[in-house]
C-alpha cells in the first residue's frame, strides 16, 4: 500500500495540518528545519541510522548516521556563530555535492541564518549578480572554487567570511579567509538552536526570469509542511528506502527533495558527486541498491541514448519508484523506463517559487505517459485566459497554469524585489509563467513556458543574462540569445550576435565566445551555437525581436510580423 492510498480520498478531507500533526507542530510552535532533519530523528529513536551514503571522485566514499548529521550541523552553526554571524545573515553555499554542502545546509538554518545554495559551476558574474543582491555575509566553500570568490571581493564588501572546508594547509590563506573542518572540528557541548518560528525565513533560492536579474526566491521554515508530505505521498518513501535525488542542492529541487523531504522523515539518502554516465548511475543504483529515485527528463533521456545493453549489465532490480521534474517529461521517456526498469517515472511539477511539487502523477494513480498528472491535495489548480485571468472551464483548451495562493511552502517574497512577487499574481492567482491544457479527466498537460527562458536540461537560463554578457565580449556589438531544440535537454541555448568591424569571423572566435560565456556566467548558458548576422531584426522602437529568431529556431510560423513590431 502506497502512503498516499487513495488520491480521491485524499482529495476529500485534506488539511495541511495532516503534516502538521505527523511533525508534531502546532501552530505558533518554534520551527527550525535544521532540527526537524537531525535532531527530531535522534529523538525518534532513529540516530545510528544511516542518513547519507555519499560517494565522491576516484571511488571516495562516506556515511553518516542521523546523530552525526546532527553533530556535525552543530559544529557548522558553532562555527559560524563564532564568527558573529546571526540570524537572517545570509550564508552561501558554494560548494559541488559534497557532505559539507547537505549538512552545512542544516547548520546555516540551525542558527536562523538564511542559506543561499548556489551551483559550483556558476562562474564569476552569476556568482556576484546573487551574493551582491542578497549582500551575503559569509560563504562556504572547497578550495577549487575560491578563485572565483577571490577575484570578486574587491567590489563585494558586505562578504565577510569566505570559509573553506578542504582547506590542506599548503596554500596560505587570503583575505578573509577562514579554514573550517569539519571533521576535526571540537562538537560544540550544548549547542542551541536557533528559535525561529515558521515564517522565519530559510532558504534563499535564485531564479531567472525574462528579463532583468535572477531573482532570489524567499522561503521560511514552514515550508516543510509542504515538503514532508509531498515526499511521503508522491515520493512514496517508506522508512526501508533508499532514496536517490540526482538533483544539486544548487536549484530547489536538490533542497526541497535533497535534504529537507527525505531527511525530515528520517529516509536514508545517497548522493553521487561525480559527473553523469549511464554506467556510472547504475552502478550506483546497483551498490547502493537504491529504492526511490528522483531525476530529472533530461538525464531520462540521456540514459535512454545510452540504450538498453547497458541496463542489462547491471542489477537494478531494487529500485521500486521513480519520479521526475525540471522539464517536460515525454511520453516515449515514461513507456522506456516501464520497459526497461519496471517502472515508469512519475512526472511532477513544480517551481522554485512553489517550494514544494504541485502537480503530480501519484503511486496507484492511472498514468497518461506525457501528461503532468494532477493537483496534490491542498493545491488548487487551474488553467486561466491568457487576458481576462477568469478559469478555463472547457477541456483541453489552453491556458495558463494557475494556482491559488497559500500551500506552506509558497515563496513569501522575491529578496528586495517586492514589485516583481506582486507582479506574478493576477485575479487572486498565483501564475508560474507556464502554459498548459487540463483534459476530460482532470489531467495536467504542459505546453510551453509563457515568457522567453529558456529550459536547458532542466535548467532555467535567462535569454537577457547571456546576451548581456555576450555584449561584453569585446568582438560583441549586438546580441539576441533564444532557445533552439535538442534532442536530449529538449532545448539549448543559441546566440545570434553581430560582430564589431575589424573583428574576423573564424572557429577560434566563436570558441572564445562560447568559453568567455562559460566562464562568466555557466557551463548551461553556454551558447552551443552561434549564428553570425548583419542584423538582428528590430521593432520599430529598437527592441530586439527575440519571438522571430525563436520561431525560425523551432520551425514555427512566424505570422505577421507587423503584429510582433506592434507588440513591444
Ligand atoms: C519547468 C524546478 C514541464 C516549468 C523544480 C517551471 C516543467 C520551471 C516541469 C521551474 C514538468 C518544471 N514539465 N515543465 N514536469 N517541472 N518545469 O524553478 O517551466 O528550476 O516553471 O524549478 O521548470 O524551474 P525551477
Redesign the pocket.
Known amino acids: 500500500m502506497s502512503n498516499i492510498g487513495s488520491y480521491e480520498e485524499r482529495l476529500k478531507n485534506f488539511d495541511w495540518s495532516i503534516a502538521e500533526k505527523e511533525l508534531g507542530y502546532e501552530e505558533g510552535d518554534k520551527l527550525n528545519i535544521g532540527w526537524y532533519c537531525s535532531d527530531r530523528i535522534c529523538e525518534m529513536g532513529k540516530k545510528d541510522k544511516i542518513a547519507l551514503y555519499w560517494e565522491g571522485h576516484s571511488g571516495k566514499e562516506r556515511k553518516f548516521t542521523f546523530d552525526e548529521i546532527r553533530i556535525d550541523s552543530n559544529k557548522i552553526g558553532a562555527f559560524l556563530r563564532s564568527l558573529g554571524i546571526k540570524a537572517e545573515d545570509r550564508v552561501c553555499l558554494f560548494m559541488d555535492k559534497i557532505p559539507e554542502l547537505y549538512i552545512g545546509f542544516l547548520g546555516v538554518l540551525k542558527i536562523g541564518a538564511i542559506a543561499q545554495p548556489l551551483f559550483s559551476a556558476f562562474g564569476d558574474e552569476s556568482l556576484h549578480v546573487r551574493l551582491d543582491n542578497a549582500k551575503t555575509t559569509a560563504i562556504l566553500t572547497q578550495r577549487k572554487h575560491v578563485g572565483k570568490v577571490r577575484r570578486l571581493l574587491a567590489k563585494s564588501p558586505y562578504l565577510k567570511h569566505i570559509i573553506i572546508v578542504d582547506h590542506d594547509g599548503k596554500k596560505p590563506l587570503k583575505d578573509r579567509e577562514i579554514s573550517f573542518d569539519m571533521e576535526n572540528y571540537e562538537a560544540p557541548k550544548d549547542f542551541e538552536i536557533h528559535q525561529t518560528t515558521a515564517e522565519s525565513p530559510s532558504v534563499l533560492?535564485y531564479?531567472s526570469g525574462t528579463t532583468g536579474q535572477p531573482k532570489g526566491?524567499k522561503h521560511v521554515h514552514y515550508s516543510i509542511i509542504s515538503q514532508y508530505l509531498t515526499a511521503k505521498w508522491v515520493l512514496d518513501l517508506q522508512p526501508d528506502d533508499i532514496y536517490w535525488c540526482t538533483?544539486d542542492p544548487g536549484?530547489?529541487?536538490g533542497t526541497?527533495y535533497g535534504i529537507i523531504g527525505p531527511w525530515s522523515q528520517g529516509i536514508t539518502q545517497c548522493v553521487l558527486d561525480v559527473g553523469f554516465s549511464a554506467e556510472n548511475w547504475y552502478k550506483f543504483i546497483e551498490k547502493n541498491q537504491v529504492t526511490v529515485w528522483y531525476s530529472a527528463?533530461t538525464a531520462i533521456r540521456s540514459l535512454m541514448k545510452a540504450g538498453e545493453k547497458v541496463v542489462q549489465k547491471f542489477d537494478l532490480t531494487s529500485l521500486r519508484h521513480l519520479a521526475?521534474?525540471?522539464?517536460?517529461?515525454n511520453a516515449e521517456a515514461v513507456v522506456w523506463s516501464e520497459k526497461v526498469y519496471g517502472h515508469p517515472f512519475l512526472?511532477?511539477?513544480?517551481?522554485?517559487?512553489?517550494g514544494s511539487m504541485m502537480?503530480t502523477n501519484f503511486p496507484g494513480m492511472k498514468i497518461k505517459p506525457g501528461s503532468?498528472g494532477k493537483p496534490f491535495p491542498g493545491i488548487t489548480a487551474t488553467v486561466v485566459d491568457t487576458k481576462t485571468f477568469e478559469p478555463i472551464t472547457e477541456p483541453s483548451k489552453i491556458g495558463l497554469?494557475a494556482f491559488k495562493p497559500g500551500w506552506p511552502a509558497m515563496m513569501r517574497t522575491y529578496w528586495e524585489n517586492e514589485e516583481t512577487y506582486k507582479s506574478k499574481f493576477k485575479n487572486g492567482w498565483y501564475l508560474?509563467?507556464?502554459r498548459a491544457y487540463i483534459d476530460q479527466d482532470g489531467y495536467f498537460w504542459?505546453v510551453?513556458?509563457d515568457d522567453d527562458?529558456i529550459?536547458t536540461g532542466?535548467?532555467?537560463v535567462s535569454p537577457f543574462e547571456v546576451e548581456s554578457a555576450l555584449l561584453e565580449h569585446e568582438a560583441v556589438a549586438e546580441s539576441a540569445v533564444v532557445s533552439k531544440p535538442d534532442e536530449v535537454n529538449m532545448e539549448v541555448v543559441k546566440a545570434f550576435v553581430t560582430i564589431k568591424p575589424g573583428y574576423e569571423i573564424n572557429d577560434m572566435l566563436e570558441l572564445k565566445i562560447m568559453n568567455f560565456i562559460r566562464k562568466k556566467l555557466s557551463p548551461l548558458a553556454m551558447p552551443q551555437e552561434i549564428e553570425y548576422v548583419d542584423n538582428l531584426p528590430k521593432t520599430r522602437s529598437g527592441k530586439i525581436m527575440r519571438r522571430l529568431l525563436h520561431a525560425k529556431e523551432w520551425g514555427e510560423e512566424i505570422g505577421d510580423t507587423s503584429t510582433l513590431e506592434d507588440d513591444e
Open positions: 533560492h531564479t526566491v538533483a536549484w530547489v529541487t526541497s527528463p521526475s521534474v525540471g522539464e517536460p517529461l512526472d511532477t511539477y513544480w517551481q522554485t517559487e512553489t502537480l503532468m497554469i508560474p509563467g507556464d504542459f510551453g513556458r527562458v529550459n532542466g535548467h532555467l
